[in-house]
Each structure stands twice: as structure tokens, then as C-alpha cells.
């Protein structure tokens, strides 16, 4: 038997979720965002299997844009990073990508390019997050440095939310307010909203919308949303018992002995470790889950093993199948108790765990 672990993407899934995005804002397009290798997901697959209906993609960089332009992907590719140097701009028109413009060097480098094809922007607006964009103040003038190139086509006016997750919270609106204040002059096309932001904030919606995480099947919302019920995890991480043993209450288990049983134990080995991205910091009592059935992490996490509390679970035997996240178990939740979040799971995923593939590409 060849090593149990392996990830299975449902794509019908991905799709689902797309369509979901698009019904949620009727009159905007959608770029589906597949940064970072579509957040583990495998950026060619997910962008394949969206092809032949999304309006756009979105990804950090050139790099991972060429990637999808040599599988055959034709829809516009927004870089969301925008250009790290003029170097990249010959590589932009190549292949015909939008780059996001967040600064002056890099609004500067485009004001300088004479490219074959006129290029498409979108510039960033900083409406409060104060990670990226131009300040309210020169929003209004870098547009119209833009606007006035010749080799510049259309122009996205775009900003990002940074608290969209906690829809009761005031921050998006006064991000919002703030945008749509500095923007009221400007003619131009639209994009404020992330996933959390399409599911909780309508106002948001404008021309364009980002969806990233809700396309993977994950919650994008801080606290149960009713509209993120229909989500369905499109990644299971899954693996297998190697070994069952019999612990008796007292002994501790694994490095570090940070787990003592607290009775007599049944202890099942699972082959996945922090080598593959399960997260290293998983407490004692992080939710895993034996032939469908919820349990416990219990002890440290080890580069290529975990350790498992086989007690409810009656007859669990090498072989057994254990879910490391997906239905059963919420990505989120063992996210929660290993101090991150589900995008930082997919994302650690490691090159070594085999990638399947289900559903209609
Ligand atoms: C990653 C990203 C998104 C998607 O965010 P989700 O929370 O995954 O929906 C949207 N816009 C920008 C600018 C991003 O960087």
C-alpha cells in the first residue's frame, strides 16, 4: 500500500460556488481569484474547470499568471500585486495581462512603457486598510495621470476591505463611504468585494466582485452565515490508521509527552504530519475524524504523523480512513485550534501530498 495521505478536489464544487458568486451579484462580473496556486487548491485545474464561464482570474503575480496562460487560459488575469519592476512589462503585454496599480514608481513605469497592446488597470485605492493603494487624496490624480496614456485601456477603480468578515462592523462602511466619496467623479468601472464582502455587504457589489475563498467551499464570514450555509469544503484532506495501540492512563504520548492519558487509551497513528501542512500547532483536542466519526487529536504533531484519540470509536483498525479536513471536519475548526485560518491550511499544503482530482474538468 502506497502512503494513504492524498487531497481530493471536488471541481463540481468550485463550480457550484462560482455560479453561487455570480447569482449573489447579478449585474457585476466576477474574477475568480486562484492566487497562490488557487489557495492549494492547483491553480490549472480550478481554472480550467471555471474556463469556460468565468469572466476573469486573479493571481499575486506574473509568474503565476503565465502559468495559467500556458494551460490555455484566455480570460483577462488580474495581478494583484501589480508590477514589481518595468522589467515585467514586456512579459504584461505578452500575454496580455492587468496588472493592479497600487504606487507611483509602478503608475511612473506605465506612463513610460510603449507596449505593443494597449494595457488594461486597475488602480488601487487605500479606503482604510493601509496596506495598498494610493491615499484618498491622490486617488483622483493618479486616475487622471492614467487616464491620459495612450497605451493605457480600460481602468478598474478598485479598493480592498479589511474587516468585511464581521458584517456588523462599522469599518467596511466607513471603507466604503470613503470610496465612494473619492470615486464620485470619476467614470469608470468598479471592485470592492472579497467573498466575505459578496456574501454580507450588497452595496459592495459594484461592476466587479473577487470571490477567493467561498469558491473553495470555505466560510469567508467570522461568525455562521446564512448565506455561507450552501458552501461545501471542495478540498478533503484525508489519510489513514498505520497503527492502533493500547495506552494506560499516565502515559503520555508522542514528543514532549504533551498529552497524558487520562485513562486507558486505544491510540491510532495517522499518516499526515507538518511535512504535509497539518499545522504543527494543533492543541490536544483538535477535531479529526476516524471512519465519519469526529474525535481528538491527542499529542504533538510529528513531521509525517499524528496521533489520534480512538476511544468512541468502536473497532477502529489499521486502514481505517481518517479526515483531516473536508465534510467532516470544518478546515476552519482545526484551523481555530491551531491558531490560523483554513487559507493558511490549503495554502501550507506541501508538493508531496498526491492531488486527485473529482468532478467534471
Ligand atoms: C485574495 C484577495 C481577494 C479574495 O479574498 P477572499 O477573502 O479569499 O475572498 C480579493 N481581493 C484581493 C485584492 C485579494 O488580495
Known amino acids: 500500500m502506497a502512503r494513504p495521505l492524498r487531497a481530493r478536489i471536488d471541481l463540481d464544487a468550485v463550480r457550484e460556488h462560482y455560479r453561487f458568486a455570480k447569482r449573489l451579484a447579478p449585474r457585476a462580473r466576477a474574477l475568480a481569484v486562484v492566487k497562490a496556486n488557487a489557495y492549494g487548491h492547483g491553480a490549472i485545474a480550478i481554472a480550467r474547470a471555471l474556463a469556460r464561464e468565468a469572466d476573469g482570474f486573479a493571481v499575486a503575480c506574473v509568474e503565476e499568471a503565465l502559468e495559467l496562460r500556458e494551460s490555455g487560459i484566455s480570460a483577462p ?61 491622490d486617488f483622483a490624480p493618479a486616475y487622471a495621470a492614467l487616464a491620459e496614456c495612450r497605451q493605457i485601456g480600460t481602468i478598474v477603480l478598485m479598493s480592498h476591505f479589511a474587516r468585511a468578515d464581521e458584517p456588523e462592523h462599522p469599518f467596511t462602511a466607513r471603507q466604503l463611504h470613503c470610496f465612494e466619496q473619492v470615486c464620485q467623479h470619476l467614470s469608470a468601472p468598479r471592485s470592492l468585494a472579497n467573498s466575505a464582502a459578496l456574501l454580507s455587504c450588497a452595496r459592495s457589489h459594484a461592476d466587479w466582485t473577487r470571490p477567493g475563498i467561498m469558491l ?18 471542495a478540498m478533503t484532506l484525508e489519510t489513514a490508521l498505520i497503527s492502533v495501540r493500547e495506552v494506560d492512563a499516565g502515559e ?49 504533531v510529528s513531521m509525517d504523523l499524528i496521533t489520534i484519540d480512538l476511544n468512541g470509536i468502536a473497532n477502529a483498525a489499521i486502514g481505517d480512513p481518517v479526515e483531516l479536513w473536508g465534510r467532516q471536519v470544518s478546515a476552519t475548526a482545526l484551523a481555530q485550534a491551531s491558531g490560523t485560518i483554513a487559507y493558511q491550511l490549503f495554502t501550507n499544503l506541501n508538493r508531496r501530498v498526491p492531488v486527485v482530482y473529482e468532478g467534471i474538468a
Open 77 to 137: 488575469i488580474l495581478l494583484l500585486d501589480g508590477i514589481f519592476s518595468p522589467a515585467e512589462l514586456p512579459l504584461i503585454d505578452d500575454a496580455r495581462l492587468t496588472p493592479v496599480v497600487h504606487s507611483w514608481p509602478q503608475l511612473e513605469w506605465l506612463r513610460q512603457a510603449r507596449p505593443r497592446h494597449r494595457i488594461d488597470c486597475w488602480l488601487k485605492m487605500d479606503s482604510g486598510m493601509h496596506r495598498m493603494g494610493f491615499a484618498p487624496t
Open 216 to 233: 473553495y467551499g470555505v466560510s469567508p464570514m467570522l461568525h455562521p452565515h446564512p448565506l455561507a450555509a450552501s458552501l461545501r469544503p
Open 252 to 300: 503520555p504520548i508522542g514528543y514532549g509527552g504533551r498529552f497524558v492519558c487520562e485513562r486507558p487509551t486505544r491510540v491510532g497513528v495517522a499518516a499526515v504530519g507538518y511535512a504535509d501542512g497539518y499545522p504543527r500547532h494543533a492543541i490536544d483536542g483538535a477535531p479529526v475524524a476516524v471512519k465519519g466519526q469526529l474525535t481528538r487529536l491527542i499529542g504533538r
